[in-house]
Structure formats: C-alpha cells, structure tokens
C-alpha cells in the first residue's frame, strides 16, 4: 500500500535574523499509508469541522486556534473549546501514522559553523527523508509520495529547487534516491484561495 508524506515547516530558516523568541526551525513530516489518509483521516477531519463549523472550509492553523479568533472565536466559550480539543485528540488518538520532526536551534547552528553553516531547511529536510527511507524499507515500499503546501510563487520556486537539488545530491552520491518528478497540480476549495502540491515520489535503496 503506497505511502504518502505530508511536509510542513516551523519558524523561519533565516541564519541573517533569528528570533531570539523563538530561535528554532523545524520540519515536520506526517507519514501514512495513501489508504488511511484517503478513507480514515480525511473523512474524520471532514465531520470535525462539520460538526463544529458547519462547513469543511476551515483551515487548523495552531495560531489561529491558540489565539481563538476568525473562525475560532467559538473557543472562546469553555464548553465549546473543551468538545473541540476532544475531537480533536480523538482524531489524532485514532488513526495510524508517523510523525516525523526535525527541529534546529539557528542561533547553535550559526554559532558553531558561521559561515559555512548548512541552510536550515536543507538540514533538517535531510534528517526527515533518512527517516522516511528507513519506514519505507521497513514496510518493504518502493516509493512515497512527498508533498508540500504552497507559500506563495518565489517561495515555491525556492523550496522546489532546494528539495530537488536535494534529492539529486542525494542520489549522484549515493544512489539510495530515486527521483522521479512530475507537474504541479492544483488543488482548492470554496474558502481557500488555489494551492499548489508538488509530489516528489522516492524509493528506498536498491538490494
């Protein structure tokens, strides 16, 4: 059964200005099988926000959860915020999958290496795939799907460039990578503006 990765980022990258709040960059991957996602976690998600918005609409931003504002202002009322973190526990409780991080304190990193400190999402991305390399071959998979969230056109175009060059590295050097790529497609729904999802499927090494 295929697996599917989902990435998403934490914090800035920036080595130039780091928060000293909040000096850390992380990625994390979800990890699952395309099945689950398509039939479990989707549909769960779909009533959870159903249930409580009355439309599927609504993106989980932690910030904007955390704040209770927008759409989330409802949290703001004790008994409503306690059901919606049930549920939402309860989803999370449930289902099968892999939680993947990679977090790096940028003020060490820069420290430590200066100028010649790896870039922090190339670096952290690097831990997650040797990750998801060593779940693919423990489920004896041939390849996953990886997919990313569009921020926005430069930050696609970068963010596409950084995890190919990344991939071909990886695979002139080692040859455990095999990249395939294929076009972008797109993906959007009535409250969200258009989202592009670029996949880059990969294989574990070859016996």
């Known amino acids: 059964m295929p697996l599917v990765a989902y990435l998403d980022e934490i914090g800035d990258h920036s080595l130039e200005s780091i928060n000293p709040q909040f ?4 990625v994390m991957m979800l990890i699952c099988k395309e099945e689950v996602y398509c039939q479990q976690i989707v549909p769960s998600f779909y009533r959870f926000k159903f249930e409580h918005f009355g439309h599927e609409g609504v993106i989980l931003h932690s910030r904007k959860i955390r704040s209770a504002k927008g759409d989330f202002v409802i949290l703001r ?14 989803i ?11 977090f790096i304190d940028k003020a060490k990193h820069r420290a430590k290496y200066g100028p010649s400190a790896f870039n922090p999402y190339e670096l952290a991305f690097t831990f997650a795939l040797e990750r998801l390399l060593y779940i693919l071959e423990g489920a004896q998979q041939e390849h996953a799907q990886i997919l990313a969230e569009s921020r926005g056109k430069e930050e696609d175009r970068d963010l596409g460039q950084s995890l ?5 590295m990886a695979q002139a050097m080692s040859r455990r990578i095999v990249l395939g790529r294929s076009n972008l497609y797109c993906h959007s729904t009535k409250r969200r503006r258009t989202s ?4 880059w499927p990969i294989s574990p090494p070859t016996q």
């Open 23 to 26: 000096p850390l960059f992380g």
């Open 77 to 90: 009322d004790s008994e409503k915020r306690r059901r919606f973190f049930n549920g939402l526990n309860r």
């Open 92 to 102: 999370m409780s449930r289902h099968q999958y892999t939680l993947v991080g990679m």
């Open 164 to 168: 190919s060059g990344l991939l071909d």
């Open 196 to 199: 592009w999802v670029t996949r």
